[in-house]
């Protein structure tokens, strides 16, 4: 049985100057709206996985099942707002003053929400508990197909690989955040070795 997680495809949305927190809010609306670039070309690992699923799991977000479909049209696509990337933190007040690139902020933010800041989001405990009840579903999936492969975001895609390998998955520790992105996980020895 194997599991693989690959990450969307590079975002249509490429406005890359700073931006105060006010603008990185509004910059992050549209990012989530979006889909992946009209002219994006999957890697041929993530074409693989992608060609040899006979349905792709996404998440409600544009970028995601776009990206599914780049790397099979024939394939079914179920989408589940389970998969959705760990949002990040709002700053509590605007900062005017204050001037970011879009990942910049992003890193930030993101290094906030995992000390325990999560304004106007999930916290990083509720994403990890989320993250837990994907790699179930996955793990599910996996054991009546053989296989599932997920098109996902980078940072939940993580959180799952992590949940993963605790119920007794092997792969790679840290998947990479890079677009295309693609990490298989595989259970030897058949069901009796993944804990559920």
Request: glycine share 8%; with cysteine.
């Amino acid at each position: 049985m194997e599991i693989t997680l690959i990450r969307h495809g590079r975002s249509a949305h490429i406005e890359d100057h700073r931006l105060n927190s006010r603008e990185f809010k509004k910059w992050v609306e549209t990012y989530n709206r979006l889909g992946i670039l009209e002219d994006e070309v999957c890697p041929s690992d993530a074409l693989e996985k992608g060609v040899s699923a006979s349905f792709i799991l996404t998440s409600n977000l544009k970028r995601s099942i776009e990206s599914a479909k780049c790397l099979n049209p024939l394939a079914k696509i179920r989408t589940d707002r389970l998969f959705r990337e760990a949002e990040l933190p709002l700053p509590a007040s605007n900062l005017p003053g204050l001037k970011l690139r879009p990942k910049t902020w992003a890193l930030v933010l993101r290094l906030l929400w995992i000390c325990g800041y999560s304004q106007g989001c999930e916290s990083y405990r509720d994403a990890k508990l989320r993250a837990k009840q994907a790699s179930l579903l996955l793990t599910s999936i996996a054991k009546e197909h053989h296989s599932a492969v997920l098109a996902g975001h980078g940072f939940f895609n993580l959180l799952i690989a992590g949940e993963l390998q605790k119920a007794g998955w092997t792969g790679k520790r840290k998947t990479g955040s890079k677009h295309w992105n693609t990490d298989t996980y595989v259970c030897l020895g058949g069901d009796e070795n993944v804990n559920t």
